[in-house]
Structure formats: structure tokens, C-alpha cells
């Protein structure tokens, strides 16, 4: 179990308290000396895709003035120093607009205005060029845009055993995206990143598969990627049916695939000289909040 730290909290500021505990463990673990040497603040946020917050500390000389609707937070570090924190006002993001397709577990994401632009088929038409390879252990997969994908094993570099896990079907593509001339792309539900957007071809009459009878089928996901253009991932979402994403810096350009990044807010802390280490345990008394030490989700990364 971790020290009691006390501080006061509205219950105003008791909505935001996830993030709050945060700062409470960077300032708890804090020397003055750290703080006061650290210039440039410090960082932490929990995800890419929540508000992030720089903590800047300043002395009692050069204290920073808040505004009318900042509400504060006083805090002690481990050596009984106390700092008053003043709360960043922080507005909710507004999401881009989902609608929901019928028969269909993902999200489609469509622009508002129609503009002239290449669309996401337009942008990766560069990898028709080549054949893309992953090796795993026994198997190797051989992906040609817009022709087919294969599962193989090779011997000196040539394959003696294959099957073939489908060939691009433009037509179940266009029924499976409803419209290819759209600026649409989908969210994978099923994505640790819920902002993880992808373009989706289908591939279908590949080998016949023993256990259920029926060809096999691969849906290809375009995702972007300042890396190389690479087949990141195979799954077998279920039997002989699977799902393979690949990699495409082109299609970063296009807008829908642009990642939201996270706004910044500057929670600013003023050395408080009026309150020393006794003076601090009469205050808040009454008030306190134990930490845990031990609980990975009050961390930063």
C-alpha cells in the first residue's frame, strides 16, 4: 500500500478525478528538487486519444495567474512541499459522425462535403507493382493486389504446398464497401485503437475447405501507415475465413485516414510557501485519498 496524500476536491472537479490521480502520483513521487528543476513540465495522458496534460511547475516568484474558471487543486510532494495546481478547462471533442450499415458489425465513416480527391482505391493503386510477403514459421503469404492471396510453404524458395485463399472479387468489394466512388472507410469494433480506420477489398473462390465445404475467403484491410508498404497481420476470424491487414503509407493522404491527435492542456503549479508539512496534515484532515501503488491504471506512459 502507498502513502495517504491529501488534497482538496470539489465536486466539480470529482468528474475529472481519473485524470486528476494522475498528477497526484507524479507530485507525490516528486522531491522539491525534481520539480523545481524541471523546466520544460512533465507529460501523461492514459491513451493516444485522450486529452493529454503538461504539468508546469512555478516558484513562488514567478507564480502563474489563472483564470476566472480554473479551479484548483492543492497538493504536497513526498518532502511535505506544497504546490497549488491549478485545472486546465477542458472541453469534450466531438467525434466524427458514425452510421451504422445494416447487417453489419462495423462503422461507416463518411465525409460531410463532397471534394475532389483520390480516393482510397486511387491512392494505393501503386502497390499493383509487386507481390507483398509475410513468412511465420511454416507458412508463407503471397498477397497481389487486386489478384489473389495465397498461403504457401516453401523449399528452396519454391512452394510445395499451396492453398489459395481467395481472388479479388470486385463485385462482393463493391457490395461490401456499397459505393467504391465514396471517401468511406470502416472501424474495426473489434480494434484495441477504436480510431483505427481502414479500406476493405474482398477476396472469395479461394481452395475448398475440408472442414466446412465452401471456398475460402479473405477480406483485405488497407489501413495507413507511415511504415513500409507490409502485410502486418493474418487472422482466421473463423473457420477458413480470414482477414489480412496491410500497411500503406499512401493512404495517409487521404483525409478520412488522418489520426486524430490529442489536444494538449497545461495544468500549471505555483510553489505555495504558506503551507509547510504540519500545517498540511491539520488542513486537509478528514480529506484524504490512499493510493496504490501497485494499480498499473494509475500510471503513465
Not at 456499397?178 to 480510431?195: F, G, I, M, W, Y
Request: glycine letters at 4%; charged letters at 25%.
Amino acid at each position: 500500500m502507498g502513502e495517504v496524500r491529501s488534497y482538496l476536491l470539489s465536486s466539480k472537479t470529482a468528474s475529472r478525478f481519473s485524470s486528476i490521480m494522475l498528477l497526484i502520483y507524479v507530485l507525490s513521487s516528486l522531491s522539491a528538487e525534481g520539480i523545481l528543476a524541471s523546466a520544460s513540465g512533465m507529460t501523461f495522458g492514459r491513451s493516444s486519444r485522450e486529452p493529454k496534460y503538461k504539468i508546469v511547475f512555478h516558484t513562488a516568484s514567478s507564480p502563474f495567474h489563472p483564470d476566472n474558471e480554473q479551479e484548483s487543486l492543492v497538493m504536497t510532494n513526498k518532502e511535505g512541499q506544497s504546490f497549488v495546481c491549478f485545472l486546465p478547462v477542458v472541453e469534450e471533442t466531438k467525434p466524427l459522425k458514425p452510421v451504422a450499415q445494416p447487417n453489419s458489425t462495423s462503422l461507416i465513416i463518411e465525409t460531410d462535403e463532397r471534394i475532389k480527391q483520390k480516393t482510397p482505391d486511387e491512392l494505393i493503386e501503386g502497390i499493383k507493382e509487386k507481390c507483398i510477403y509475410r513468412h511465420e514459421g511454416w507458412w508463407s503469404y503471397e498477397f497481389c493486389h487486386q489478384k489473389h492471396v495465397r498461403q504457401l510453404h516453401l523449399e528452396d524458395d519454391k512452394p510445395v504446398q499451396e492453398f489459395l485463399m481467395g481472388v479479388f472479387d470486385p463485385m462482393a468489394t463493391a457490395d461490401f464497401n456499397q459505393n467504391q466512388s465514396d471517401a468511406t472507410v470502416l472501424k474495426d469494433p473489434r480494434s484495441k485503437d477504436a480510431s483505427q480506420r481502414y479500406h476493405a477489398h474482398v477476396y472469395t473462390n479461394g481452395t475448398l475447405c475440408d472442414l466446412t465445404n465452401q471456398s475460402r475467403e479473405t477480406e483485405i484491410r488497407f489501413v495507413c501507415s507511415e511504415l513500409s508498404v507490409v502485410i502486418s497481420s493474418i487472422k482466421e476470424i473463423s473457420t477458413c475465413k480470414y482477414v489480412v491487414t496491410i500497411q500503406c503509407p499512401m493512404l495517409c493522404k487521404h483525409p478520412m485516414f488522418h489520426q486524430e491527435r490529442p489536444m494538449w492542456h497545461a495544468i500549471h503549479c505555483n510553489e505555495d510557501p504558506k503551507y509547510t508539512k504540519t500545517t498540511t496534515g491539520e488542513h486537509y484532515k478528514g480529506a484524504q485519498i490512499k493510493m496504490i501503488d501497485d494499480d498499473s491504471d494509475h500510471f503513465a506512459t
